[in-house]
Every structure is written in C-alpha cells, then in structure tokens.
C-alpha cells in the first residue's frame, strides 16, 4: 500500500511538473525550484516557485478526491468583499491543477510560534477581525446551508472517532442518550442564528501574514458554507492551533461584536447575549475537531493531530463547566479520559 501511495504521488508531482512546463514561458517559471509549501488534512497539496515577479503558489487537487470548483467560486465571492485572497494565474481542472498568487510564507500560526510582541499580536489579529466582518458581507451565491442536518452530521465523529476509536470507550444506552441531548441542544441553538457566508476554518493556519495594509491573507475556504454568524469568531479566538485564554477571547470577541454591529451585521443586540451564543457554536466545533483529529490519527495516520488535542478539550471544558445544562456531557468526558489509553507511535 505504502508503494502504492509513493508511486501516485511521484506520477501527480510528474503530471504537475508537466503542466507547469507548459506555462514556464507566459508565466515566467523557474520549474527547478518547485518545493513543497504545505499540505492538508485533504488530498490537496501545495507547492511554492520562484516566477518572474517573486514567487508563487501550485496548489494540486487530485480530481478524484477533490474538485477546484468551490475553491474557484468562493474565492471569487470573498475578493468580491475585498478580501485578500489569491489570485488565480492558471487552471487546469481536468487535471486538478492551480496556479494562484503567493500570499505570503508565514501563517498567524507560524507567526505566533515563532515569537511576537504583544503589539504585533494585537495588529495581526485586530487586521483579522476587520477582515471576518468584510467576509461575512460577502454574497452567499450557490453556497450550501449549515444547516441542522449538517451540523448533527458532523457530531457523529466524537462518538465514533473520539469516544469509542481514541478513548477506547463502550458507550451505554445512557451515554449515548446524554450524547444525544447535548448535540440537540446545541444545534437547535446554532441554527437560531441569522446566517451569513461561513469559511468553517478561520483560524490562525489559514490566515498569512503578507505586505502591509494587505493583512491577513485568506486561505482554504473551499468547504464555506451558509450558516451561523459566529461560527468564524468561534474557530478565531478558541483556535484548535493555538491557546488563547479567556481574557484574550473576550478581548478579541467584544472587538468583533462591536465592528459587526457598525457595520450592520445581525449580531445580538447585547454581549451576553452574543457571547453564550459564540460559546455554544464553539462547543459544536470543538466537539467536531476532537472526532475529526482522532479519526485523521487512527485511520489516516496524521498522528500529529493528537498533540492540539489537550487544547481542543479544554476550550470543551471551558463552555461545558459554565452552563450547567452541559454538566452531563461533562461527567461523561470525564469517564472518557479515565477510560483513555496511551497509544505510542514510532516515527
């Protein structure tokens, strides 16, 4: 298996390097610095390489695994609002292949990893915030519902993935039933909310650092959908990447809350208000996130997932110890860990 997966990956790097020969000349390629910019936990992979004006981005979507198609129209929607997105320089979609502009080599995330003053810190994210309200005036054309149906999908991962696979857990009847409840809570919550165009991952890894006044740059919103008004609030300042403690969420949430309101999104009229209904849909993502890295080690092999697993659980904890309707789903997630085994890998 392990040959097989080299062998396809070989002849898509071969197929990408033929495409991009067939550009070298309009678009002013230097092919023999093709390298790896980053990966995924899709099938997409990317590539950076020097072009005439700097450098650029290759991103390669195998067609049987992805379609190019949503990151094309809601690429479009979002620079439509005026945000910084990459500019498509070629396509070739029978063969999944795009060549798009460079937004930059460091994430937010990459940015905080490596060290910033408070006073970077606070522009950095202040810029983001800016931009999530412009995204979320974005037209939703043709974008699918976040809809109860979706939501309640996606849940099924914690059970399956986090609860069973990764704690090694049994659920009971009455497990399952406390499941069950809390997921019902909280998505007759989430669909309460007025919607808007959703990215799903806003978050620290797909926001890039670039040029001045052109902060951030915004990437991987191929899966947005139409949905919650706090879900990209929620995915920002309860990052599943990066620790933010509570004075800093609130901090960047009231920031937030106060320019939507400016600028006439339908946010609740009060903070309290807003904020219970942010922490709920957090606790929706954050629940998601744990089935998602779980299944991402255990079937797909990305065992590095784990290691912002703590982190996720907390931001769980943080919501579930505040509202005693979820004091339930807390007495389980703590037999959960109980039950949880040590898993060592060998790289």
Request: aromatic share 10%; net charge negative; with cysteine.
């Amino acid at each position: 298996m392990e040959q097989n997966l080299n062998t396809s990956a070989e002849a898509r790097l071969n197929l990408l390097k033929a495409w991009l020969h067939s550009l070298a000349g309009t678009c002013r390629l230097d092919i023999d610095t093709l390298r790896p910019a980053s990966s995924d936990a899709s099938f997409r992979r990317y590539y950076r390489l020097q072009s005439g004006a700097g450098t650029v981005i290759v991103m390669d979507a195998p067609p049987a695994q992805e379609d190019c198609g949503p990151f094309l129209h809601v690429g479009g929607l979002l620079r439509q609002a005026g945000l910084n997105v990459p500019t498509i320089l070629a396509e070739n979609l029978d063969q999944g292949f795009l060549l798009m502009s460079d937004l930059g080599e460091q994430t937010y995330y990459q940015a905080v990893q490596a060290g910033l003053d408070d006073a970077r810190l606070q522009t950095l994210y202040r810029e983001a915030l800016g931009a999530l309200v412009r995204l979320q005036h974005a037209p939703a054309d043709g974008l699918p519902a976040y809809d109860a149906a979706r939501l309640t999908q996606e849940l099924s991962v914690f059970p399956e993935w986090y609860a069973q696979r990764h704690c090694g857990a049994k659920l009971s009847a009455d497990d399952l039933a406390t499941l069950d409840a809390a997921f019902s809570l909280l998505v007759a919550d989430n669909i309460k909310q007025p919607s808007v165009l959703v990215h799903r991952d806003y978050h620290s890894p797909n926001l890039m650092v670039g040029e001045q006044d052109m902060n951030p740059g915004v990437i991987d919103y191929q899966d947005a959908l139409f949905g919650p008004i706090t879900y990209d609030i929620a995915s920002l300042v309860m990052d599943a990447r990066t620790t933010w403690e509570e004075p800093q969420q609130l901090d960047w949430a009231i920031r937030y809350w106060e320019a939507a309101k400016a600028t006439g999104l339908p946010v609740a009229t009060g903070f309290a208000d807003f904020h219970r209904a942010y922490e709920w849909m957090s606790l929706q993502r954050n629940l998601r996130i744990l089935g998602v890295f779980a299944r991402l080690s255990h079937r797909d092999g990305k065992h590095h997932y784990l290691d912002h697993m703590p982190r996720v659980n907390a931001y769980v904890r943080q919501v579930a110890n505040r509202y005693g309707v979820f004091r339930p789903l807390l007495r389980l997630l703590d037999k959960l860990e109980n039950r949880q085994v040590s898993v060592g890998y060998t790289f």
